[in-house]
């Protein structure tokens, strides 16, 4: 004898709002703050700008980083002037700088952070990686509290 079931599909948008696992919910919330924590130490820190310049979006889906070499830090690897293959002059009277409106072009140079391995690029993601399971403890136990 067949058996039907009619699943109202709209009911589990609800449930997944209603436990705060929408984009933007709680949970997500709770989760990217967690990542931006679990982070800090893998970040590239001389001066602590860059890391004070982490923000959550609104929707709490993706962390940024608001500094003019932020971008560089994250790939990690040395970008040069086109025409003379430096990565900045200095001047002591005036410090590092580059020529103005100059496009510089990527190279395949690491970059050497202080504090590394831990310390270097791509430290959302390798923190990730090595903390995963920490991680994903936290948002059971959040979860659970709820």
Same mark, same amino acid.
């Given at each position: 004898? #067949?058996?039907?079931?009619? =699943?109202?599909?709209?009911?589990?948008?609800?449930?997944?709002?209603?436990?705060? +696992?929408?984009?933007?919910?709680?949970? *997500?919330?709770?989760?990217?703050?967690?990542?931006?924590? /679990?982070? *800090? #130490?893998?970040? %590239?820190?001389?001066?602590?700008?860059?890391?004070?310049?982490?923000?959550?979006? #609104?929707?709490?889906?993706? /962390?940024?980083?608001?500094?003019?070499?932020?971008?560089? +830090?994250?790939?990690?690897? +040395?970008?040069?002037? %086109?025409?003379?293959?430096?990565?900045?002059?200095?001047? %002591?009277?005036?410090?590092?700088?580059?020529? #103005?409106?100059? *496009?510089?072009?990527?190279?395949?140079?690491?970059?050497?952070?202080?504090?590394? %391995?831990?310390?270097?690029?791509?430290?959302?993601?390798?923190?990730?990686?090595?903390?995963?399971?920490?991680?994903?403890?936290?948002?059971?136990?959040? =979860?659970?509290?709820?």
């Amino acid at each position: 004898m #067949p058996t039907t079931v009619k =699943i109202d599909l709209n009911d589990i948008d609800d449930i997944i709002i209603d436990h705060g +696992l929408a984009p933007g919910g709680d949970v *997500q919330k709770f989760v990217t703050n967690e990542i931006l924590r /679990i982070s *800090q #130490p893998y970040m %590239p820190f001389k001066s602590g700008i860059l890391s004070g310049t982490a923000y959550i979006e #609104p929707d709490a889906t993706s /962390i940024n980083y608001v500094t003019p070499y932020a971008r560089y +830090l994250w790939y990690g690897k +040395l970008m040069v002037d %086109p025409i003379t293959k430096k990565g900045a002059f200095f001047s %002591p009277m005036y410090g590092f700088w580059s020529r #103005p409106k100059v *496009q510089k072009e990527l190279t395949d140079i690491d970059l050497k952070f202080q504090g590394s %391995p831990t310390r270097g690029p791509r430290w959302v993601e390798r923190a990730y990686i090595d903390n995963k399971d920490s991680i994903l403890s936290s948002i059971e136990k959040y =979860i659970n509290r709820r």
